[in-house]
């Protein structure tokens, strides 16, 4: 079974651009869930996506946004990037079931660097 | 709401023994353990769910106190493989928003 691919790995970009960054999740899994690590602060929840709908969203601006397709493949696209938006972004991809008692299955991840 | 791990790092010879702890002030409906080694992705481990049992991997197995809203990760005769950062992570509920602790690096050497 493939694991999650997520595309580009690496990305650099100047303050005020725009980005998208895209996950592909293990066939058969529903949701795809989006991270921010940084050093400073860990692991942060972005948003989580099931069958096309956002079912979570974190506590970061709008300037952060995402989707799903049909397919359940999911996009992320920060807008008017700042410096501190300089992050490795994980997805992770899983059954999705609410009660949580499924696992995540985290791909490579996307290196953002903003100059 | 984000969860708190302590110790937030710690080194360990080759055959010790270590705890990490994963505490939340919100009352927690099940907990996941995770391992991430330096420039990789995060790893599972293991998941607790409310009023389920212990649940343990190879010598790597984990408690879950739902009336203290604590978890613990206990990794028993370390080797060298265990080295990397461990988190936990919580939701509050079914469907509930998923958040991951501050992390513990553990270092096993030899």
């Known amino acids: 079974k493939a694991g999650v691919t997520q595309t580009p790995r690496y990305l650099i970009k100047t303050r005020g651009q725009q980005v998208t960054l895209s996950c592909s999740p293990i066939?058969?899994?529903?949701?795809v869930s989006w991270y921010q690590q940084t050093p400073g602060q860990g692991l942060q929840f972005l948003f989580e996506?099931?069958?096309?709908?956002?079912?979570n969203k974190g506590n970061f601006p709008g300037r952060f946004s995402g989707r799903q397709f049909s397919n359940s493949r999911s996009e992320m696209n920060v807008s008017t990037l700042e410096l501190g938006d300089s992050a490795l972004y994980l997805c992770?991809?899983?059954?999705?079931?609410?009660?949580?008692?499924?696992?995540?299955?985290f791909g490579p991840g996307t290196r953002l660097t903003v100059t | 709401q984000q969860p708190v791990q302590s110790p937030q790092a710690v080194i360990l010879r080759e055959g010790e023994d270590a705890v990490i702890n994963c505490s939340s002030s919100?009352?927690?409906?099940?907990v996941h353990w995770y391992r991430q080694k330096h420039g990789e992705a995060p790893v599972f481990l293991m998941i607790?769910?409310?009023?389920?049992e212990q649940k343990g991997h190879e010598k790597i197995s984990a408690s879950f106190n739902e009336k203290k809203q604590q978890s613990s990760l206990y990794l028993t005769a370390s080797q060298l493989s265990y080295s990397g950062t461990y988190f936990c992570?919580?939701?509050?509920?079914?469907?509930?928003?998923?958040?991951f602790g501050t992390g513990t690096s553990l270092t096993v050497i030899p």
């Open positions: 607790l769910l409310k009023g389920g």
């Open positions: 996506y099931f069958s096309e709908t956002q079912r």
């Open positions: 066939s058969g899994h529903r949701s």
């Open positions: 992770a991809s899983s059954l999705g079931l609410r009660d949580r008692s499924y696992e995540q299955y």
């Open positions: 919100k009352a927690l409906y099940s």
């Open positions: 992570g919580t939701a509050g509920g079914a469907g509930n928003q998923f958040y």
